[in-house]
């Protein structure tokens, strides 16, 4: 069986659409730093502003994060999500 | 009957994420009673500050907002430290109150999590109800007490509501005695920490009877990968320890609990299982007032627009301000001065008082409405959120910088004052970020440069027009001074960051808080508070520089010595001056020949003083720069603040110091000065002063550290005399060479 993996940079989320934080990769400590900041697998955000560095919406506030090249946030979009 | 322990005071640390509103509830529970200092060693700021609640006394800390208690540097050290009682500084602590945002309770009972691990009385205070429920959320609070098994009270810090019982809380909480509670870590975790338990102890038991490690600091060590906890409490003592923590988190990662991925997993769990019920939030998100302005305050183009105007009105008020302001206090000097030389007789004293006191006060007082106001900007866009945004839209142009967008707006106020800039690196939390900030500071062209820069580029660069009018060489020349200093500090910025500064950097991320109106009482009570710390320290180190430069200036004041060459030209222009009968026209010219006598003779006092004759001793040193000692001499005595340098030339020169330097007619008198100034030795006399020669010192002045206040600022600001020094050196270098190259290059070009 295929299990397709339908995560994107968050960075491509377009605005407006929610999903899940899927996985993030880069340094141990820095993933650490955000999963203690609640951006961690199964977090659901929203794009308020994309591009780098990023707006999103998370658990009720807005949060700016800039990705570089080691560190990476993929994200599910929410298929339920209008 | 009341034990000794009822009468002491007791030791309660406030702690919480940032942006929760923890300094608002510190205020509101301390009041004025507050004091803000230094922990030695680190750059982190000591809140403390004194409650009195029903007959106790309480010794308030706050401590700096964090989101978890995993120190990775030892600035973040400070906080664990202080709670665990580590700290030789301050007492043990007998409370915790936590404060939690309403709007956010999942990641901050992360920390809360941590805190209640400690086995610490704790008060849990949930602040924020009202934004909270302008999201559609509503908090629980009983519900949340029983989970939690410690008091909680909902407070809206802003408004004062719930402080008092708070404080019934707090009171309530001190005289219990906690228990631990359930660990939200899994069973093989756990045994890994009670097998430690046996082999770690406490390195500060001082007695042969060790006291074992408290559970809750071993499993820090356990979590700590980068090393640094470890380092901290172990050392080099017990390196067998080491080992052991090694050994235990392979066996962990075996048996699926990989460190520190586990910590975030466990708590974040538990802080599930325990809001169960207690938060009831809307399905979807309610857009709130503060997204529907962040639509257009963080759009990128008109954001940017937005912010621009901001920042010239910003700048507009502090030049204005400012200058109003000055004015009255280079009145006031002026009076007072003049008062006092008509009460005391002609002496060192006198001279002291005037010159070096007055002055010096004077100069430190010119500072102060500039920085005060544009303290008050920044203050008022800290405390209303617009601050975050405002380093996100500059974030991308940083970030070439090798910097983030919050060092944007403190850089930005370096063009009216370097102090307030460097002070308002605070919220910068990256220490290395911060730092880089703080050195490079002091490159940016300040306002108090521009006098220099008006009087020598007026004097010597020519009047050339380009484009019909719409360009002039001397303008050109001013913004090429401008591009100068940003250009010198973007490269030492990058040369900072991959060199001395070398290190981590963690990943950006920033909240932006929910806009509020900005409270009147937060915003003048931080400039207030900002405004007399920079009286305090750069002030003392102003005037007291200000007086040695007086001193050299003016000793030895051997009068014979001096005044013995003019006494024959003096007595026969005054018997000339006698002759004349009053209404005579003459008696102008004569008067104005007598004042002129009088300005030589203070001229020459001037070369006869210590500071004189150190500019010809310095002479070789300046003259590849183009310089003669006269200027050597005026730049030496600019040391303390740039704009003296203006008023010693007046006075090198033989206008004496009455000449207002300022005005027009004492600005062209001074310029026709410096023209026809000839080198001492020279036959036929050469010109002192020409383009690359102007030019040379102007760049001396865009790139050296003259400032004495700016470098005590920044010897507050990093709490070592280390960074001043190292400020002061670079920039001095980078000041005679960028100096020597163009005059060299000039008279090359030229010649």
Same mark, same amino acid.
């Given at each position: 069986?295929?299990?397709?993996? &339908?995560?994107?940079?968050?960075?491509?989320?377009?605005?407006?659409?929610?999903?899940?934080?899927?996985?993030?990769?880069?340094?141990?400590?820095?993933?650490?730093?955000?999963?203690?900041?609640?951006?961690?697998?199964?977090?659901?955000?929203?794009?308020?502003?994309?591009?780098?560095?990023?707006?999103?919406?998370?658990?009720?506030? &807005?949060?700016?994060?800039?990705?570089?090249?080691?560190?990476?946030?993929?994200?599910?979009?929410?298929?339920?999500?209008? | 009957?009341?034990?000794?322990?009822?009468?002491?005071?007791?030791?309660?640390?406030?702690?919480?994420?940032?942006?929760?509103?923890?300094?608002?509830?510190?205020?509101?529970?301390?009041?004025?009673? /507050?004091?803000?200092?230094?922990?030695?060693?680190?750059?982190?700021?000591?809140?403390?500050?004194?409650?009195?609640?029903?007959?106790?006394?309480?010794?308030?800390?706050?401590?700096?907002?964090?989101?978890?208690?995993?120190?990775?540097?030892?600035?973040?050290?400070?906080?664990?430290?202080?709670?665990?009682?580590?700290?030789?500084?301050?007492?043990?602590?007998?409370?915790?109150?936590?404060?939690?945002?309403?709007?956010?309770?999942?990641?901050?009972?992360?920390?809360?999590?941590?805190?209640?691990?400690?086995?610490?009385?704790?008060?849990?205070?949930?602040?924020?109800?009202?934004?909270?429920?302008?999201?559609?959320?509503?908090?629980?609070?009983?519900?949340?007490?029983?989970?939690?098994?410690?008091?909680?009270?909902?407070?809206?810090?802003?408004?004062?509501?719930?402080?008092?019982?708070?404080?019934?809380?707090?009171?309530?909480?001190?005289?219990?005695?906690?228990?631990?509670?359930?660990?939200?870590?899994?069973?093989?975790?756990?045994?890994?920490?009670?097998?430690?338990?046996?082999?770690?102890?406490?390195?500060?038991?001082?007695?042969?009877?060790?006291?074992?490690?408290?559970?809750?600091?071993?499993?820090?060590?356990?979590?700590?990968?980068?090393?640094?906890?470890?380092?901290?409490?172990?050392?080099?003592?017990?390196?067998?320890?080491?080992?052991?923590?090694?050994?235990?988190?392979?066996?962990?990662?075996?048996?699926?609990?990989?460190?520190?991925?586990?910590?975030?997993?466990?708590?974040?769990?538990?802080?599930?299982?325990?809001?169960?019920?207690?938060?009831?939030?809307?399905?979807?998100?309610?857009?709130?007032?503060?997204?529907?302005?962040?639509?257009?305050?963080?759009?990128?183009?008109?954001?940017?627009?937005?912010?621009?105007?901001?920042?010239?009105?910003?700048?507009?008020?502090?030049?204005?301000?400012?200058?109003?302001?000055?004015?009255?206090?280079?009145?006031?000097?002026?009076?007072?001065?003049?008062?006092?030389?008509?009460?005391?007789?002609?002496?060192?004293?006198?001279?002291?008082?005037?010159?070096?006191?007055?002055?010096?006060?004077?100069?430190?007082?010119?500072?102060?409405?500039?920085?005060?106001?544009?303290?008050?900007?920044?203050?008022?866009?800290?405390?209303?959120?617009?601050?975050?945004?405002?380093?996100?839209?500059?974030?991308?142009?940083?970030?070439?910088?090798?910097?983030?967008?919050?060092?944007?707006?403190?850089?930005?106020?370096?063009?009216?004052?370097?102090?307030?800039?460097?002070?308002?690196?605070?919220?910068?939390?990256?220490?290395?970020?911060?730092?880089?900030?703080?050195?490079?500071?002091?490159?940016?062209?300040?306002?108090?440069?521009?006098?220099?820069?008006?009087?020598?580029?007026?004097?010597?660069?020519?009047?050339?027009?380009?484009?019909?009018?719409?360009?002039?060489?001397?303008?050109?020349?001013?913004?090429?001074?401008?591009?100068?200093?940003?250009?010198?500090?973007?490269?030492?910025?990058?040369?900072?960051?991959?060199?001395?500064?070398?290190?981590?950097? *963690? *990943?950006?991320?920033?909240?932006?808080?929910?806009?509020?109106?900005?409270?009147?009482?937060?915003?003048?009570?931080?400039?207030? /508070?900002?405004?007399?710390?920079?009286?305090?320290?750069?002030?003392?180190?102003?005037?007291?520089?200000?007086?040695?430069?007086?001193?050299?200036?003016?000793?030895?004041?051997?009068?014979?010595?001096?005044?013995?060459?003019?006494?024959? /030209?003096?007595?026969?222009?005054?018997?000339?001056?006698?002759?004349?009968?009053?209404?005579?026209?003459?008696?102008?010219?004569?008067?104005?020949?007598?004042?002129?006598?009088?300005?030589?003779?203070?001229?020459?006092?001037?070369?006869?003083?210590?500071?004189?004759?150190?500019?010809?001793?310095?002479?070789?040193?300046?003259?590849?720069?183009?310089?003669?000692?006269?200027?050597?001499?005026?730049?030496?005595?600019?040391?303390?603040?740039?704009?003296?340098?203006?008023?010693?030339?007046?006075?090198?020169?033989?206008?004496?110091?009455?000449?207002?330097?300022?005005?027009? /007619?004492?600005?062209?008198?001074?310029?026709?000065?410096?023209?026809?100034?000839?080198?001492?030795?020279?036959?036929?006399?050469?010109?002192?002063?020409?383009?690359?020669?102007?030019?040379?010192?102007?760049?001396?002045?865009?790139?050296?550290?003259?400032?004495?206040?700016?470098?005590?600022?920044?010897?507050?600001?990093?709490?070592?005399?280390?960074?001043?020094?190292?400020?002061?050196?670079?920039?001095?270098?980078?000041?005679?060479?960028?100096?020597?190259?163009?005059?060299?290059?000039?008279?090359?070009?030229?010649?």
């Amino acid at each position: 069986m295929i299990v397709i993996d &339908k995560s994107i940079p968050l960075n491509d989320l377009p605005t407006g659409t929610s999903a899940f934080v899927s996985r993030i990769t880069g340094r141990p400590d820095h993933v650490h730093r955000l999963e203690e900041f609640g951006l961690r697998g199964g977090t659901r955000i929203e794009m308020f502003r994309p591009g780098n560095p990023c707006i999103i919406r998370m658990a009720g506030n &807005k949060v700016c994060f800039r990705a570089d090249d080691l560190l990476r946030v993929l994200v599910e979009p929410d298929a339920a999500s209008d | 009957m009341p034990t000794s322990t009822e009468n002491a005071s007791l030791c309660v640390a406030l702690i919480g994420n940032p942006n929760t509103g923890k300094s608002t509830l510190f205020g509101a529970l301390v009041g004025v009673h /507050q004091h803000v200092g230094n922990y030695p060693g680190v750059t982190v700021e000591k809140r403390t500050g004194r409650m009195d609640d029903a007959g106790r006394r309480y010794e308030l800390v706050d401590l700096p907002g964090l989101y978890s208690l995993a120190p990775r540097s030892r600035d973040e050290m400070v906080a664990v430290d202080l709670l665990l009682g580590r700290r030789d500084d301050c007492p043990p602590v007998d409370a915790v109150v936590c404060i939690v945002h309403a709007g956010n309770l999942q990641r901050n009972l992360y920390l809360l999590s941590q805190v209640l691990e400690l086995g610490l009385p704790t008060v849990v205070a949930v602040n924020m109800i009202d934004v909270a429920k302008k999201q559609g959320v509503s908090i629980d609070s009983a519900r949340l007490q029983q989970q939690l098994g410690v008091p909680v009270v909902a407070i809206q810090a802003n408004r004062r509501i719930g402080v008092s019982q708070l404080k019934a809380a707090l009171a309530r909480a001190v005289a219990d005695d906690p228990s631990p509670g359930e660990t939200p870590f899994p069973e093989p975790f756990e045994n890994e920490v009670t097998r430690l338990q046996s082999v770690l102890t406490d390195r500060r038991a001082e007695s042969d009877d060790r006291k074992p490690m408290p559970r809750c600091l071993i499993r820090r060590l356990l979590l700590d990968t980068d090393g640094y906890l470890v380092d901290a409490l172990l050392g080099d003592a017990e390196s067998g320890a080491v080992g052991e923590l090694e050994a235990a988190r392979t066996r962990l990662t075996e048996a699926d609990c990989p460190v520190p991925a586990i910590e975030t997993k466990a708590r974040y769990d538990w802080a599930r299982r325990t809001l169960d019920g207690v938060v009831t939030e809307p399905g979807r998100y309610r857009a709130t007032g503060t997204d529907r302005l962040d639509r257009l305050l963080t759009h990128r183009l008109w954001g940017t627009v937005i912010f621009g105007a901001l920042m010239v009105i910003v700048f507009q008020s502090v030049f204005l301000g400012g200058e109003l302001a000055v004015g009255w206090i280079d009145a006031g000097s002026e009076a007072l001065g003049r008062w006092l030389e008509t009460l005391m007789a002609e002496g060192a004293l006198r001279s002291l008082l005037v010159e070096g006191v007055i002055g010096g006060v004077g100069g430190v007082l010119s500072f102060l409405p500039q920085i005060l106001i544009l303290f008050l900007f920044i203050a008022v866009l800290e405390d209303c959120g617009y601050m975050a945004r405002a380093a996100y839209l500059m974030d991308k142009l940083m970030v070439r910088v090798g910097l983030s967008g919050k060092s944007f707006i403190p850089m930005l106020s370096c063009f009216a004052c370097a102090i307030p800039g460097i002070m308002a690196t605070r919220v910068i939390e990256n220490e290395r970020d911060r730092l880089t900030t703080i050195l490079v500071a002091p490159l940016m062209t300040c306002s108090a440069r521009l006098p220099v820069y008006v009087l020598l580029i007026a004097a010597f660069i020519p009047n050339t027009l380009y484009l019909g009018g719409l360009l002039s060489l001397q303008g050109l020349t001013m913004v090429g001074l401008y591009l100068l200093g940003i250009v010198t500090a973007v490269a030492a910025a990058l040369v900072l960051k991959r060199t001395v500064l070398r290190g981590k950097t *963690p *990943p950006f991320l920033m909240e932006l808080p929910s806009y509020k109106w900005p409270s009147p009482r937060t915003a003048l009570y931080r400039v207030a /508070q900002r405004g007399w710390l920079f009286l305090r320290c750069a002030g003392t180190l102003i005037l007291s520089v200000s007086i040695i430069v007086w001193a050299a200036l003016y000793y030895p004041h051997n009068a014979d010595v001096v005044e013995a060459p003019f006494h024959e /030209q003096q007595r026969s222009l005054q018997s000339q001056l006698d002759s004349l009968p009053p209404g005579d026209l003459r008696r102008e010219d004569v008067q104005r020949q007598l004042a002129q006598l009088d300005h030589e003779i203070a001229g020459a006092y001037q070369r006869q003083s210590v500071l004189g004759r150190a500019g010809r001793v310095i002479e070789p040193v300046v003259k590849p720069l183009g310089w003669d000692w006269r200027i050597g001499c005026a730049v030496i005595a600019s040391f303390p603040a740039r704009e003296i340098v203006v008023a010693t030339l007046g006075v090198i020169y033989n206008l004496g110091e009455e000449a207002d330097v300022e005005s027009e /007619q004492g600005l062209t008198q001074l310029q026709a000065k410096l023209h026809a100034a000839v080198w001492d030795d020279s036959d036929p006399p050469r010109k002192v002063f020409n383009v690359p020669v102007a030019l040379s010192i102007l760049v001396f002045f865009a790139l050296c550290a003259q400032c004495a206040a700016t470098l005590a600022v920044i010897r507050r600001e990093t709490n070592s005399w280390r960074w001043p020094a190292f400020t002061f050196g670079y920039m001095t270098a980078l000041a005679y060479l960028g100096a020597l190259v163009t005059y060299q290059v000039g008279m090359w070009i030229s010649g």
